[in-house]
């Protein structure tokens, strides 16, 4: 369950919006003359809000929820204010054209005050090389072990038992949650935000067929390249990012990926893609900027998908997307015995068609 | 290989039957006048069991394997010990009602006989928060790390390497192997068993397009939920729990998840719902009671499905399952010419319709 | 990006081919008379190729980058040195008639000089049971645990938080990488390389419906059997492998498994199958010999697929395969709308056979 600030830490309304930055959006509080500014200790849906929790109104079809709703305060558009007839609302209303970003921002106020951060400094059960370098004000957790030559940008937080391979390196501010690791020769860029299991530059998985060898044995490509990852990313839990062939495999600024995604080498992917969880991208493909990948989505290898392509979730992309859309490949599921009729004309479809074209020229004698 | 048991660690087969709580069920030995109680001293399938082990016949039309059987002993039901011309056996028979259950129990039974348990005590490379609480008779292994308010449950056995955030907790009698993961705020309910490279309460994946960004750029939706996990609930390896956006995300008592499971945030799981491995769930899904998804099956966000729904494995489920049942969509598969063809003309399937229709028109121009 | 060797460090163009016995294959230098031996100091891809660098032609088709290629030394076959028109290029060639396999015996060589090894001894954070054995010239990097009877053969690395359970082995000059966990009972052959975050040993998904329990309830079948993995074997990072039910599970000999893959309990993998990322096998499946299996493949339990079968990615195979060949059954993925036009007859796919049988009834009405 969320946890509340207790009382008296918990910011009142206007100090709140300050603080998260709310008003360098177009956010305006409706005053409520005679009435204070609320405390606010915690953010709630419309439905579960109690009286210490603001809460936000984002698409104005649920406006119903409105009725009844015991938060302090609430979020939404002008538009949606002037629908609901409030008459005089036990909630404080929050005016701003974008409500969901708002949320947004006060839900990463909250976040910063509620948890606990790794504090800064390196912890006695850490193992850190000689030659690492450490900066200003970065705080590394129980039992993670930095190596020779890596860099640990100022203000950057890792939390226990990560693992930063030789050379690799980390930005400046960056959050990485514990048990993460960081092969040899990985870069991230500044705010990355890592979570638990995520690997970064294991092998590309790539075997050359060995004719020296009897039955069928494989020789292994040793994967010289690294891991390249830009500004502003985060990285899903259990996601696994494999290093380049011969040069690195590539992240871009903004990109958001989900848990249990897998990057195969010398992947390159565009500014501010996002994917849902367990897609899969495999070797040499590169994405555009701006493209949504759908869960459970699989792109094969040596491919380049355009930007601003935007993939349902389940889809098997297995060939190149050269214009900006949607894009969706998913097997319609019914009921089993209802499946396993349609199913079995699948396998019998060409012989369909023939069967068709034969009845249409018999149609059309001529 | 399954290591076997001492023979003066074994036991008597009556001895084991009655310490595994299989009289607790209709289970009886079919005297063998004049012979000794054979000692058992492991399982074996029918085909490999020796002389030493214990056996099960589960499934009648296996009866021929009972053939030359090596076992000492052999579970059955009545039926299937009338079916067979047993004449003098070389096995003892345990007769019951349920021999894959009574299995079930002998195997636990070894189980808990032939596998170390994590010693109590808190080892002494651990390190834990002197605010956190860990009850009597806890195991806590080598580099585990507790944080600050957690709460470890009496009896609980945690290996190497686990990680319990600030806040957490684990029930009783759980068992974590090596190297779980419970982020903040994560509730485990009493005999969890959950397994290596599992994290739960990693981030959702949340994020507002930001109008103020150039370029697409996101805004991180912070996640101030948690995970509340039920009893006697387990989960496989690297399988992924995401923490809720604002409520909890809430596996329900009793459910199974194998290995390689993503839970995206605010889903909800019925009790003693299981799912085989990698299945994915986008975020507020909701899954009845007693379900079972099939492995690698895909479930869209914001879905309900009914109790005692059976999803088959590979499905992709993309709208509200309302009535109990049995649900596929997989593509069939088949030797890749003959599938090259068929999918080709799935790309054309509208069209054939059309042409269809035109045909049966002119039969009947009325 | 790739690091290159400084000049001090770098082989001459035929101590590099000797030292990484490209010579023991067909490989010998066009000799250019009064240049001398370039000294090589990494790989680069044809384009990107420095003067420093070595390269490769293993495609004929891409000859044409061999134009304006800054390379030292180009790797190709004497039928692709013949097509093109050299005249006198500025690199040097290396004529053999397997380039891909003599880069990879390069990318091998790079890889070994360039990488750190893990030192040998036992780091002072390891934590070793007393009972194990630990081989000569042996690496145990920082908070490793090694449990009771494990045995680490001769020339094996680990890298930091590796756990190797009770009893398990790991064979000789096995490299596991950051935080590999083996639960007890797993057995590793020689030559192993094992990514960050596998899990081998995990308990095989197994409950068997408990009649006594109310509401669905599930008893737990214990695994009592382990895993067993032959030689010269790679497993991705945060792939799973489970221990078997009764018996072990099985990976052969030369097998190489991409990251995230997820073998269930009691399969068995035949020798030098190849198997690409997310690809997810069920309990009691034998794949035969040689087979290559495509990313995001998903093959259900009990099956038993013969050797040299090779599965294209994201197949779904439900039934066994008898003959050896390539296999498909992705279902092809389109612009959303044409998409949904085409698969709402999918789900009328039946019915549509119907009509078509009864129009070919009335043309042929005997």
Redesign the interface.
């Known amino acids: 369950?969320?946890?509340l600030l207790a009382p008296d830490q918990a910011p009142a309304l206007h100090d709140l919006l300050a603080q998260a930055g709310a008003f360098?959006?177009d956010c305006r509080i409706v005053a409520r003359p005679g009435r204070p500014d609320p405390v606010i200790r915690?953010?709630?849906?419309l439905l579960?809000a109690g009286p210490g929790e603001i809460s936000f109104l984002s698409n104005p079809k649920l406006s119903h929820q409105l009725e009844g709703c015991a938060a302090a305060a609430v979020i939404m558009t002008s538009e949606s204010h002037e629908l609901i007839q409030c008459g005089d609302p036990s909630y404080c209303i929050v005016l701003c054209s974008?409500p969901?970003?708002v949320?947004?921002?006060l839900?990463?106020w909250?976040?910063r005050h509620?948890?606990?951060r790794i504090p800064a400094g390196v912890?006695a059960?850490a193992?850190v090389a000689a030659t690492a370098h450490i900066g200003d004000d970065v705080g590394i957790?129980?039992?993670c072990?930095i190596?020779?030559g890596a860099r640990i940008g100022p203000g950057s937080r890792l939390?226990?038992?990560c693992?930063v391979?030789?050379?690799s390196i980390v930005g400046a501010q960056c959050l990485l949650?514990?048990?993460v690791?960081l092969?040899?020769?990985v870069a991230l860029g500044d705010r990355a935000?890592i979570?638990?299991?995520a690997?970064l530059g294991?092998?590309g998985?790539g075997?050359?067929?060995?004719?020296?060898a009897r039955?069928?044995?494989?020789?292994?490509?040793?994967?010289?390249?690294?891991v390249?990852v830009g500004d502003?990313v985060?990285i899903?839990?259990?996601t696994?990012i494999?290093r380049g062939?011969?040069?690195?495999t590539v992240i871009g600024d903004?990109v958001?990926l989900?848990?249990?995604i897998?990057i195969?080498h010398n992947v390159k992917i565009g500014?501010?893609t996002?994917m849902?969880?367990?897609v899969?991208i495999?070797g040499s493909t590169t994405i555009g900027?701006?493209c949504t990948i759908g869960?459970?989505s699989?792109i094969?290898g040596h491919l380049v998908l355009a930007d601003d392509v935007h993939?349902?979730?389940?889809?098997?992309?297995?060939s190149n997307v050269d214009k900006p859309?949607?894009?969706?490949?998913?097997?319609?599921?019914?009921?089993?015995t209802?499946?396993?009729?349609?199913?079995?004309?699948?396998?019998?479809?060409?012989q369909?068609?023939r069967?068709?074209r034969l009845?249409?020229k018999?149609?059309r004698p001529d």
Chains 1, 2, 3 share one sequence.
């Not at 039955?215 to 690294?226: M, N, T």
């Not at 859309?325 to 089993?336: L, Q």
Request: glycine share 14%; hydrophobic share 35%.
């Open positions: 369950m969320p946890v360098d959006l915690g953010l709630g849906s579960k974008q969901y970003l949320y947004a921002l839900a990463q909250f976040d509620r948890v606990a912890h059960t193992v957790g129980p039992h072990v190596e020779d939390g226990a038992g693992f391979g030789a050379r949650y514990p048990r690791t092969y040899h020769g935000i979570h638990s299991g690997v294991a092998d998985f075997f050359a067929p060995d004719p020296r039955d069928g044995a494989w020789a292994k490509i040793a994967q010289l390249g690294g390249s502003d985060e899903g839990a259990n696994t494999d062939a011969i040069e690195d903004g958001k989900d848990n249990q897998m195969a500014e501010h996002a849902a969880a367990c899969g495999a900027r701006r869960g459970a699989m094969s993939i349902s979730g389940g889809t098997a992309v297995t859309g949607r894009y969706t490949g998913v097997y319609p599921f019914a009921e089993h209802q499946w396993q009729r349609n199913a079995a004309v699948v396998s019998q479809l060409s369909l068609r069967r068709l009845l249409e018999k149609e």
